[in-house]
């Protein structure tokens, strides 16, 4: 087994990590202030994301194009697990600037995961939000109450989002909406509703504890027409395959929330290290129950670190060699959700007041850390899905 990152994206990895201390680091205060204006400093970097793409496997901050279903025997390191170990690095740099990239949007991972191949021809090099979230539904995505009904080529789109990452900033939106409330989450199907389209109105934005860097927006859909060719994937409603369709949406994004947690903790656990490096034994020669108290809490932080990161790399994996990882992306959301918060929070605690302050980014990532633990599942959803895979239970029968 080799635990190391394959050799293949160094390059890639190495110009993020650049890109995150050198571009994204000197911003990132300033950002955090400034909340809800737009860091301009971004559309060049996007612009050189881009580039680096062009010619594969790639560093993406939120769309991965590979698709699972066709079982081979490859077994190959992809976009998938480039564009999570990208995402490590960037969010070492600032995650709220990371959510805010052009062109990066989760909604991107939902096209990838459900469009067909004219679509995602269609939808390449757009800035996708995604819209699941609603006054009446968070946790409980079949809850939906969104309507789109067809007339002729065209789906009228009735409801109202919240919460949208990106919402405002966006070229589109990836919105779900049920076709038929009667037959329930099958019914539940994802539309791309592009920025402007009439009846579509971004009503306000959200002031946040974190990521303020990144627009969080509330979005009416009053009457809003969007052409039948927009609907992602598979229009026909499949009342035997339930809500599997627009569920593997997650399959693709809670992977790489679980890498943006490990790199928030990243931040973190290394300012940390930095601050106490004369108490630290840098070769791990002093056995754990000799070390100081706080040297063994570091390293227990490190031990935790490690193993989310490498659960969310697994996740990564599956997909690459289009395995499916349900249950491996819910357990690598799950780990690093949680232990990113409490290698954040630890830190500040650690460094007390210096961590406390704002002369230092440690309250910061504190802050920033906890939307990770919450949006594309809480910690107690992913819990409930694994539990629900492991005794082989089905959503009705484990709520
Ligand atoms: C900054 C931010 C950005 C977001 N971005 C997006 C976005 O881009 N797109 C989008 O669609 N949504 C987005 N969201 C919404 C996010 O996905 C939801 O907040 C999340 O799914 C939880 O839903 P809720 O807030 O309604 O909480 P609720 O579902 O009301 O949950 C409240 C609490 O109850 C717990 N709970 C709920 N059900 C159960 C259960 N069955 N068993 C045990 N515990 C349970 C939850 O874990 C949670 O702790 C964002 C939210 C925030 C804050």
């Not at 202030?33 to 594969?56: R, T």
Request: with cysteine; net charge negative; aromatic share 6%.
């Amino acid at each position: 087994m080799n635990l190391q990152n394959p050799k293949k994206f160094k390059m890639l990895l190495d110009q993020a990590h650049e890109t995150a201390v050198n571009v994204l680091r000197p911003i990132s205060r300033k950002y955090d202030k400034a909340e809800h204006a737009y860091p301009k400093e971004l559309d060049m970097l996007a612009s050189l994301l881009d580039g680096m793409n062009d010619g594969g496997d790639g560093l993406n901050a939120g769309a991965a194009i590979n698709k699972r279903g066709d079982h081979d025997n490859s077994n190959k390191n992809g976009t998938n697990m480039s564009t999570a170990l990208g995402i490590i690095e960037m969010c070492y740099g600032d995650t709220g600037l990371l959510l805010s990239m052009p062109r990066q949007g989760l909604g991107n991972s939902a096209i990838a995961a459900v469009a067909n191949d004219e679509q995602l021809e269609r939808f390449k090099g757009t800035w996708a939000a995604m819209a699941i979230t609603e006054p009446g539904c968070g946790s409980d995505s079949a809850a939906i109450r969104t309507t789109a009904t067809q007339d002729g080529d065209e789906y009228i789109l009735n409801g109202e989002k919240i919460f949208v990452t990106s919402g405002e900033r966006a070229d589109s939106v990836v919105v779900w909406a049920t076709l038929d409330k009667k037959l329930g989450r099958a019914a539940i199907k994802s539309f791309v509703v592009p920025k402007g389209t009439p009846g579509m109105k971004v009503e306000r934005l959200e002031h946040k504890l974190g990521i303020k860097a990144s627009d969080t927006a509330a979005i009416s859909f009053i009457d809003c027409r969007v052409p039948a060719a927009n609907l992602l994937g598979n229009a026909e409603i499949d009342v035997a395959k339930g809500f599997a369709g627009v569920m593997e949406t997650f399959d693709n994004t809670r992977p790489l929330v679980a890498a943006m947690a490990v790199g928030c903790a990243k931040a973190s656990l290394e300012r940390i290290k930095e601050i106490f490096k004369d108490e630290l034994d840098a070769d791990y020669a002093t056995p754990y129950l000799q070390s100081s108290n706080l040297a063994a809490q570091i390293y227990r932080m490190e031990a935790e670190w490690e193993a989310a990161r490498l659960l969310t790399i697994k996740a990564t994996w599956m997909a690459d060699n289009k395995k499916p990882n349900s249950r491996e992306a819910s357990i690598a959301k799950a780990k690093a959700g949680r232990i990113g918060n409490e290698i954040t929070l630890k830190c500040v605690e650690l460094a007390a007041s210096v961590g406390y302050n704002e002369d230092e980014l440690l309250e910061k990532w504190a802050r920033d850390s906890k939307i990770l633990d919450i949006f594309e599942g809480t910690q107690q959803i992913q819990q409930l899905i694994i539990a629900r895979r492991e005794l082989g239970k089905s959503s009705s029968e484990l709520k």
